[in-house]
């Protein structure tokens, strides 16, 4: 796991710092409040990308939660989801180019730091994560699995949840892109009450914006 503790570049930090400072003024009244809780608690900031032993020790002592390395830029959902059943999150090592700050369809280290570890500080988050893992390593078979991880993708990474009566981002995926939230907030997108069976069963593509998105209560 040593990979994970690599320096960033002057460069590579200077993306994160253009992508943070964006991300925290844009965000403002339109992410759950969680994302804002958990930046604080993990004492992020907009200089740099963390240094994953210090966020190790907070979320050790906060949820019991670690990072680990991927090791590839887009890893496939087995892999990845079994990780959180061990309460390790996968966090890649690359982030994009400035010529791609709007929108990247590969998770970098910009969306799985921003999007994810802020929520991960959460206890109640974190039991969910945790669960999803669980539930991917018993699931016997190919579509169950599938169903898992088309309800981490629509009820973790792309969702929106009511929170005192308006609807806010709540999915990784929208926190940490400009692009997909704007899309996602437009009418374009037409946003459905959750429903897991429902969302067990769409097919999806990390390539091309979703067409269709889901609200939890």
């Keep these: 796991n040593k990979s994970i503790f690599r320096k960033f570049s002057k460069k590579e930090n200077e993306v994160w710092g253009i992508l943070s400072e ?3 003024k844009s965000l403002k009244g339109q992410a759950h409040s969680m994302h804002k809780k958990g930046w604080k608690l993990l004492n992020l900031n907009t200089k740099r990308i963390p240094d994953f032993r210090e966020i190790n ?4 002592k906060l949820t019991g939660w670690q990072v680990a390395s991927t090791g590839v830029q887009y890893e496939e959902d087995g892999p990845w989801i079994s990780s959180l059943a061990e309460k390790k999150i996968r966090v890649t090592e ?11 369809p590969l998770p970098d280290v910009f969306h799985d730091v921003f ?6 500080t959460i206890p109640q988050y974190a039991r ?6 669980m539930a991917y390593i018993k ?20 969702s929106f949840i009511k929170a005192q009566g308006k609807v806010k981002a709540l999915g990784t995926g929208l926190i940490s892109s400009e692009g997909e939230l704007n899309n996602a907030l ?10 897991a069976e429902i969302v067990g069963r769409i097919d999806r593509s990390a390539h091309k914006f979703h067409g269709k998105l889901f609200v939890l209560e």
């Design 22 to 24: 964006r991300r925290l």
């Design 57 to 60: 020790r907070k979320l050790k």
């Design 94 to 104: 690359y982030i994009r180019d400035k010529k791609d700050l709007d929108y990247t």
């Design 115 to 120: 999007g994810h570890l802020p929520f991960l």
């Design 128 to 133: 969910i994560a945790h669960k999803f893992g």
């Design 139 to 158: 699931a016997e078979t190919k579509e169950d699995k599938l169903k898992i991880a088309n309800n981490w993708w629509y009820g973790i990474e792309f």
């Design 186 to 195: 437009s009418d374009k997108v037409e946003k459905l009450p959750y429903d």
